[in-house]
């Protein structure tokens, strides 16, 4: 092995071989496990996100590839309509072009053109990340094999009257022209104003006050509301309004939907052009006037003095039209929640047209059911409410959109207007007997969430019965962030119940979304963003800047990213590797909404990569000479060996529980503190000294190995490349043979303990750290051995004492061990506490009093505030009836230790007094 870890120079190579060799494919005769990825879209590079649930993917596949399981990730991408469909475009656009321009066949062909080429980008990052796809498998939602699925659902839901298409109401994107659903929209409180118009009553008899904050809508207004028991207007219902501008005769109606505390109490109705009119019109059968084009310009069906008008220039020609009037009865500022596409940022327009939709509730009454039933458990628990809250409120899904890129709707039009839904034209043709009639096929494309909602089983081959979907359909477990709950994961267990009858998965792990240091969302804007891969390879401040900022279409922005960049990055970005960003990753992967992701944190665990990378150089030194003769395991071997155990406990809880923070936490306190501080130490005065057997020599250089070996395979789930770099190595020298370490099994519990073994090391731990801790208070040197004394030692102490000898002075450093006689007053000394055990350093010559006169001193102070504290809650009734009687009894035992503790504080300070 190298002196130093270097992870850019073993990465690439491992990874090339594990995909050459093709290791990531379902092997062996297990029980199936199967993953499916969440498929990216397409539309550019992984973020930070991406790499953190692909961490934890892995790491899932991983353990359970080395359980013996056949375990299979599914990989592939998202065609992502909107998304794509936008980056292409803005492409066209630099180039002085539109799609219009090419026409939807190039249009098309050039977006293909362009997802090789990202889609590239992708596979390629998400191999950097060391996930262990099955390349083989490899999927696009826009393949063949998955068009078809797409076409046969849609089909089969048209036949038996869950497709439909009609009329309504949806939210229109006037810079995309396409439909969004309710989650494409992001509604968020902007500054505005409420308009307060007069309309005229029909009678001539006055008018009444209506209230808008959407003035240019007034142009489509069909009736005026006011509460059926609202005093003030009961006498007015049944009349008519002359609409202003327009010249229109409106009704005056009665709605329980009206509140009479806002405002007038009169509402105006544009049944076209806002959702809860819509409503309101269809119970009264108010006509639905659209006065919009798809632009959200003024179209021909208002007074011809706005046609053409953009909505918000017609909205200030209509208020100064309303006051010269004299119509216009106040103007009020006002916060107004604004709609907006999350692609284009446009205000979005609720716009009559004719769409495709889904009717859902018969496909949401058996998702509710699978989750309630307990089919499928969402891991954290409480996230299920979220599912209900959402699919007992559901409503149909509007599932076309006015795009290029995409499914193209399987539907075609004769000329009459007749709508004929089939697999293809031909088949249309041959169904409906319609000869060499002109046929036109419907020119939107189905939402992205349409087909991704068939992904866990189009991926496996359907609606051929493969046996990819015999074998691995239902999955294991979905691993999605908790935004997509309502995309995604309800729309696939709808479609699977309905098109597989069984769920698509078992369990749904949700985590959290990644933050920076300080809780706030990743943007460029903010400069605090990070890309996954220059963690990887780390990147100077010059190259991130330019990075950042090149290509960009917002030129204004460049100055703000920039400063931002420099500001949360001076020095730009180490670099850490792989395994020690995702391990980072899985120690972050708490059942929090918010995760924080803080460069300190990998910095620490850059350092763990390297301190396994020495310790295992240590190994491999020293276990040169091993032969298969017979050994003899010391105390700290059994130790290690038995904490080793209990470690491989805690990892196979952990991941069954998918608590993979904990999983590091478990592995991290063993490798880093037990094995390398600890055994490492303890192995030397062994494999070092002359007075020590063979056989036990022979003993610790194989525990060396095999504890090293073991952990490796517990470690690679989480931090692959190092581990497989090492375990090439070791694994010669601990006898086994195997190409890798993936395919490896996952070290099982032993069942057996050695309780004695635990606690005898740990004796000798807290033995060495309290002299430890002397010498750092007192200041004396690491390598100058020191005189113990023992006061107060028990039979248990004295044996440990002998049978620990060499560990106790090698490791510890210490010169030599004496008991004190009973009886005997001891000469002043440091002491430090082992139970009831002293361990005291003689003094004289060693120390300055005055300054271990303070730290005494603080320690009783310290000891003091803890009895007062104690002893105040036992004084308290309250505590001492209501509290379990084992924590009342602790606390007594707490009393008594502090007031022994104090008594031996003051015996030192006496001591001290003496040296004087």
């Known amino acids: 092995m ?68 056949r375990a299979l990730w599914q990989p592939g991408m998202d065609h992502a309509g909107i998304a794509t469909q936008m980056v292409v475009e803005r492409l066209l656009n630099a180039e002085g ?11 098309v062909e050039r977006v293909w053109s362009w997802k090789e080429e990202s889609g590239g980008q992708i596979a390629r990052q998400t191999r950097r990340l ?52 309710d989650l494409e929209v992001l509604s968020a409180d902007e500054d505005g104003h409420l308009w307060n118009f007069r309309y005229p009553l029909a009678s001539g008899d006055g008018y009444l006050v209506v209230a808008t904050t959407r003035p240019e809508t007034m142009l489509g207004d069909s009736a005026v509301a006011v509460h059926p028991k609202d005093e003030r207007y009961k006498h007015l219902v049944g009349q008519e309004i002359i609409l202003p501008i327009v ?252 098109f597989m009858d069984d769920v698509p998965f078992h369990e749904v792990y949700i985590h959290g979304l990644i933050r920076d240091q300080d809780g706030q ?78 460069l300190g944190r990998i910095e620490g665990y850059k350092n763990f990569c390297n301190k396994l990378w020495n310790a295992a150089r240590y190994v491999l030194m020293n276990t040169e000479t091993l032969d298969d003769g017979d050994a003899e395991f010391s105390s700290a071997d059994r130790w290690i060996r038995a904490r080793l155990d209990q470690t491989t406990a805690e990892l196979h809880q952990h991941f069954a529980n998918y608590r993979l923070d904990l999983a590091v936490q478990s592995i991290y306190e063993f490798t880093w503190h037990e094995f390398c501080d600890w ?22 250089r194989r525990t060396l190995i ?5 952990t490796l395979r517990l470690l690679h789930p989480l931090m692959p490349f190092v581990t497989e770099e090492i375990w090439q190595s070791v694994a010669p020298r601990a006898g086994i043979d195997g190409e890798t370490i993936m395919l490896r099994s996952y070290p099982e519990v032993s069942g057996s303990s050695d309780d004695g073994a635990i606690a005898d090391i740990e004796w000798v731990q807290q033995f060495i750290l309290g002299i430890r801790q002397i010498r750092g208070e007192m200041d004396i040197s690491p390598g100058k051995p020191l005189p113990v004394i023992l006061q107060d030692a028990s039979i248990a102490d004295r044996q440990r004492v002998q049978d620990q000898a060499m560990l106790l002075r090698r490791v510890g450093r210490v010169e030599s061990i004496t008991l004190l006689p009973d009886g005997e007053q001891p000469p002043a000394a440091a002491t430090a506490l082992l139970g009831d055990l002293r361990l005291l350093v003689p003094m004289k010559g060693l120390i300055d009093i005055d300054a271990e006169r303070s730290r005494l001193t603080k320690q009783l102070d310290k000891v003091k505030t803890e009895l007062q504290r104690s002893n105040a809650k036992l004084d308290n009734d309250k505590f001492v009836n209501n509290a379990p009687p084992e924590v009342v009894t602790q606390e007594r035992e707490r009393v008594a230790e502090f007031e022994r503790t104090i008594a031996q504080l003051h015996e030192q300070l006496e001591q001290l007094n003496e040296l004087e």
């Open 130 to 181: 060391g996930a262990s796809v099955d390349w083989s498998r490899d999927r696009f939602t826009m393949d063949d094999g998955l068009s078809e699925a797409v076409r046969r659902v849609f089909v089969q839901l048209h036949d038996e009257g869950l497709i439909y298409r009609g009329k309504r109401l949806v939210n229109w994107d006037p810079v995309l022209h396409t439909a969004l659903s």
């Open 521 to 598: 969302k990743m943007s460029k804007t903010k400069g605090n963003v990070l890309d996954p891969i220059d963690l990887i390879d780390g990147i100077d401040l010059e190259s991130l800047v330019e990075k950042r900022t090149s290509g960009m279409m917002q030129q204004h922005l460049i100055p703000k990213i920039e400063k931002a960049t420099r500001k949360h990055f001076p020095e730009g970005i180490d670099q850490y590797g792989t395994d020690a960003l995702r391990l980072t990753f899985a120690a972050l992967a708490t059942t929090g909404r918010d995760i924080r992701f803080d």
């Open 247 to 498: 010249g229109r005769r409106i009704p005056i109606i009665a709605d329980d939907y009206v509140d009479p505390e806002f405002g007038s109490g009169c509402v105006k109705i544009t049944p076209a052009h806002d959702f809860n009119d819509y409503d309101i019109g269809k119970r009264h059968n108010l006509p639905m006037h659209n006065v919009f084009t798809d632009d959200a310009a003024i179209n021909e069906a208002a007074p011809e003095a706005y046609c053409g008008m953009d909505r918000f220039d017609a909205r200030k020609a209509i208020v100064a039209e309303f006051k010269r009037l004299g119509l216009l009865d106040k103007i009020e500022d006002y916060t107004v929640k604004i709609p907006r596409g999350d692609r284009s940022n446009a205000v979005i327009e609720p716009y009559l047209t004719d769409q495709w939709y889904v009717k859902i509730e018969p496909l949401a009454k058996p998702a509710i059911e699978a989750v309630e039933s307990g089919r499928i458990r969402f891991v954290p628990e409480n996230w299920s409410k979220t599912y209900y809250d959402w699919m007992y409120n559901i409503q149909d899904w509007c599932i076309s959109r006015q795009l290029w890129w995409g499914h193209r709707i399987p539907a075609w039009y004769d000329d009459d207007g007749n709508i004929y839904v089939g697999h293809n034209e031909a088949e249309v043709r041959e169904k409906n007997q319609l000869g060499d009639v002109a046929l036109r096929q419907d020119d939107d494309v189905l939402d992205t969430w349409f087909s991704s909602a068939l992904w866990p089983f189009s991926t496996m081959g359907w609606p051929e019965k493969t046996e990819a979907l015999k074998e691995f359909y239902p999955g294991n477990v979905l691993v999605t962030g908790f935004d997509i709950i309502f995309f995604w994961v309800a729309r696939m267990i709808m479609f699977g119940l309905k």
């Open 706 to 710: 095999e504890v090293l070996e073991s």
């Open 679 to 700: 055994y490492l130490e303890l192995s030397k005065p062994i494999l070092q000294s002359d007075d020590v057997s063979a056989a036990m020599q022979r003993g610790t």
């Open 97 to 107: 072009k539109s799609k219009r321009d090419l026409g939807r066949e190039k249009f």
């Open 2 to 69: 190298d002196k130093s870890y270097q992870p850019k120079a073993i990465e690439q190579r491992i990874y090339e071989h594990w995909e050459a060799q093709d290791y990531f494919a379902p092997s062996g005769d297990g029980k199936p496990y199967c993953i499916v990825i969440p498929p990216p879209n397409v539309t550019g590079t992984l973020h930070m996100g991406h790499a953190f649930q692909n961490t934890i993917m892995d790491a899932l596949t991983r353990y359970h590839r080395m359980k013996g399981e």
